[in-house]
Structures are given as C-alpha cells and as structure tokens.
C-alpha cells in the first residue's frame, strides 16, 4: 500500500454528507468529493489515524484495495483468488468481511461473502498451507465488500467497530439517538461551544456529552482503545502516539453551560451515567424539569432536543408537540431551537414555521431536523430593530 497517497471512504448517515467533507477539509483531506451517505478524499498514513481519531460524523473509514469486475460467480472467486492477500494480513491473523451488495447478478449479500471468504481461505491453504481463522466478532482484520452491479470494489475497514461506538455509552435510554447523527445534528444547527445549550427532552444525554465534545474540541475517539489499522502489517505505533498528542492538547476550555432537562428520573440516571463515563460531570448539568413548564434561564442560547415521536416512544398526549410550540413561544423569546421528528403530522401542532428543514434518518426512519427561531414581537420588528 502507497502510504503516502491513500485512497480513503468514509461513510456518513444521509444528509450528513456535507458536514463530514467540512471536516475532513479540516482535518487535512485531500481531492474531498461528496458522495451518498459517503465522502471520498485521499491522505497519507497519518491522515488516516487522525480522522478514524477526531472526525465525529464518520460511521466507518474504508481503504479501497481491490477493484474489478465480474459477471459471474466464477470469475468472482477466480479473480479473488488470485490477490496477494498476504499484502494486508498474516495467516496467523483472523478476519471478517461485511458487505454492500447492489446487483441483479449477486443478489444474495451472504453467498458473495462466503465466497469471498472461501477464496482467502483457499488462497492461504495453497501458498502456506495454513489456514487463517474467520472471526466475525472481533476479527483482527476487517475487510469491507461493495458490488455495485459488476463491479467489484475490495476495502480494508480501518476503524473496526463503527465509530458511533464512542466508549462512553454504558446506559441505554429508551430509543437513543446515534452519537453521529447528534454530532451532525450539533453542527447543522451551528453548535461550536459559543455560548449555552440546553436540551430540553435529554434521555440519556447522547445529544448532551457530544456537544460538551465539540465545546472542549475533545477528539471523537478519545474513549476508544482500539482500531482495526493497529492490526495492519504497516501500523506505526510512534506515528498514531504522535498524532493523539497533538490532538488532545488542543483541547480548549468552556465557559458556557450546558444543561438537559427530562422529567423521568430512571432518563436522568442513566445520562448521568452516561455523563460520568465521559468525564463531563463539571460541563454537563442535568436535571429533572418539565420543559412545558420552563423558562429560559441562559443567554445566548441554543436548544437541539430529540423529543418523543410515535415509532420511537409512545406519546399518550395528543397535545405534546402543540404545548412544545407554546413553551417556545411564551418561555423562549430570542432563542433558536432545532428539534428531529418523524411525526410530520404532529409537527404541525407546534404551530409556527420552521425556518429550515432538513432530511434525515434516525436509524430507518425519515426524519426531517427542524430550525424553529423564536423573535419577542414579529420578525419585522425583529429584522428592522438589527439593521
């Protein structure tokens, strides 16, 4: 593998595609083309370990090794049997091999995969007479297959366990939301740790810790113990030591507040885990508030929340969204909140416009992420009084 000009994937949620190309710029990428659900880029070795580190809207980080086409099974296996798999693991090495299948031709993801796997085993059975282990719940390299009608693309997954898995995540609320899809929630709506944030519905305070991360600038992974690139036969341990150091000690200090509300103390127990395994106790303050019957107490501030929605929790009071539309319109006078919902009938009831909308998914549900910006008077007045 060139180590200077890598080739580099990284997978996103739909609608999160441009933030993570903002980041990647950032971080250092580059030739950053925006794709779906994903970002291409190119990058050296150390630019690899830096963002599988810091980018937080990334789910996975795929190296393209193999490309090729087949318009059979045959010739599927045939062409993978003749790679020099020894390039990217050791016999001694178990591996796993997930896979993305598009194709009249393979249209069973599982049989690809197995023969692909039968053709690494078979290609080591020849050349060492050695067979390496297949391990798929925590191989020591993970391959990533994609076939797209014929043609073939062959990755190494450079992350290993997706990366919403951040370490810090030892409660579960009722219907948690992904720690990418919050993060990318956090910087559509603007959040740069200037000023306060409350989330006024936090569960178990997934939407909380990662902006406490984006305030500090605490790098994503910070948690996190391993990677998959660590397996790899070039993975220079002194180079990844370098580039964490670096990382953290740009780790910056906040002098703004951050605050959750929920009204269910089982909700507020499991965030404050959460909060704790973090190591944000000092940055995150939660407690136990009705938000209906809250004022705003922080100024400036912005409010992102994940409020219940039929698919997810059940919400016995056909009144919710229209008493969220009134809580923003008496108790929060020149603020801007953003709020996903899948329940577009039910948005309705908040009863002002949203000043954006975009679309999103919260696993396999359509959502829309929704700007609501509260004025005191109109927003003529509003508009005249700042020109």
């Given at each position: 593998?060139?180590?200077?000009?890598?080739?580099?994937q990284?997978?996103?949620f739909?609608g999160?595609?441009?933030v993570?190309?903002?980041?990647?710029?950032?971080?250092g990428?580059?030739?950053?083309?925006?794709k779906?659900?994903?970002v291409?880029?190119e990058?050296?070795?150390?630019?690899?370990?830096?963002?599988?580190?810091?980018?937080?809207t990334?789910?996975?980080i795929?190296v393209p090794?193999f490309?090729?086409?087949?318009?059979?099974?045959?010739?599927f296996y045939?062409k993978?049997?003749k790679?020099?798999?020894e390039?990217?693991m050791?016999?001694?090495?178990s591996?796993?091999i997930?896979s993305?299948?598009?194709?009249e031709?393979?249209?069973h993801?599982?049989f690809v995969t197995?023969?692909?796997?039968?053709a690494i085993?078979?290609?080591?059975q020849?050349?060492?007479?050695?067979r390496?282990?297949v391990?798929?719940?925590?191989?020591?390299?993970k391959?990533?297959?994609?076939i797209d009608?014929?043609?073939?693309?062959?990755?190494?997954?450079s992350?290993?366990?997706p990366?919403?898995k951040?370490?810090?995540?030892?409660e579960?609320?009722?219907?948690p939301?992904?720690?990418?899809?919050?993060?990318?929630?956090l910087?559509l709506?603007?959040?740069?740790?200037?000023?306060?944030?409350l989330d006024p519905?936090c569960g178990?305070?997934?939407?909380l810790?990662e902006?406490a991360?984006?305030a500090l600038d605490l790098p994503?992974?910070?948690?996190?113990?391993r990677f998959?690139?660590?397996?790899?036969?070039n993975?220079?341990?002194?180079?990844f030591?370098?580039?964490?150091?670096?990382r953290?000690?740009?780790?910056?200090?906040?002098?703004?507040?951050?605050?959750?509300?929920?009204?269910d103390?089982?909700m507020?127990?499991?965030a404050?885990?959460?909060?704790?395994a973090?190591?944000?106790?000092d940055i995150?303050e939660?407690k136990?508030q009705n938000f209906?019957e809250?004022?705003k107490?922080?100024f400036?501030?912005?409010?992102v929340?994940?409020?219940p929605?039929?698919?997810?929790?059940?919400?016995n009071?056909?009144?919710?969204?229209?008493k969220?539309?009134?809580?923003f319109k008496?108790h929060?006078?020149?603020?801007?909140?953003?709020?996903?919902?899948?329940?577009?009938?039910?948005?309705?009831k908040?009863g002002?416009?949203p000043s954006?909308?975009i679309?999103?998914?919260n696993?396999?549900?359509?959502?829309?992420f929704?700007q609501?910006e509260?004025?005191e008077?109109t927003?003529k007045?509003?508009?005249?009084e700042n020109?």
């Amino acid at each position: 593998m060139d180590t200077e000009n890598i080739k580099i994937q990284i997978k996103t949620f739909f609608g999160l595609e441009q933030v993570l190309a903002e980041e990647i710029k950032k971080l250092g990428g580059r030739n950053v083309e925006v794709k779906n659900r994903a970002v291409n880029c190119e990058g050296d070795l150390g630019f690899l370990y830096k963002i599988n580190y810091s980018a937080r809207t990334a789910l996975k980080i795929l190296v393209p090794v193999f490309e090729f086409k087949a318009f059979n099974q045959h010739q599927f296996y045939d062409k993978l049997f003749k790679m020099e798999w020894e390039q990217f693991m050791d016999v001694d090495q178990s591996f796993a091999i997930d896979s993305t299948v598009n194709s009249e031709t393979f249209k069973h993801s599982q049989f690809v995969t197995l023969k692909m796997k039968d053709a690494i085993v078979d290609y080591f059975q020849e050349k060492f007479k050695r067979r390496p282990n297949v391990e798929p719940k925590n191989p020591d390299i993970k391959f990533h297959l994609h076939i797209d009608r014929e043609l073939v693309t062959i990755s190494l997954d450079s992350s290993g366990d997706p990366l919403f898995k951040r370490g810090y995540r030892k409660e579960q609320g009722e219907a948690p939301i992904n720690e990418v899809l919050a993060s990318g929630m956090l910087q559509l709506a603007g959040w740069d740790g200037k000023g306060n944030f409350l989330d006024p519905m936090c569960g178990s305070g997934t939407l909380l810790i990662e902006a406490a991360m984006i305030a500090l600038d605490l790098p994503a992974q910070i948690f996190r113990r391993r990677f998959a690139f660590q397996n790899w036969n070039n993975y220079d341990a002194d180079l990844f030591t370098k580039i964490k150091e670096f990382r953290v000690n740009r780790v910056r200090e906040f002098h703004g507040k951050i605050i959750g509300y929920d009204i269910d103390g089982k909700m507020l127990n499991a965030a404050s885990v959460n909060i704790e395994a973090a190591e944000m106790e000092d940055i995150i303050e939660v407690k136990r508030q009705n938000f209906f019957e809250s004022k705003k107490e922080l100024f400036p501030l912005l409010m992102v929340f994940n409020p219940p929605y039929d698919e997810r929790i059940s919400i016995n009071d056909d009144d919710f969204y229209k008493k969220i539309g009134d809580t923003f319109k008496t108790h929060y006078p020149n603020t801007l909140a953003w709020l996903i919902s899948s329940d577009l009938e039910a948005v309705k009831k908040i009863g002002l416009r949203p000043s954006r909308k975009i679309k999103l998914f919260n696993g396999k549900l359509e959502t829309r992420f929704l700007q609501y910006e509260m004025y005191e008077g109109t927003k003529k007045v509003h508009k005249l009084e700042n020109q």
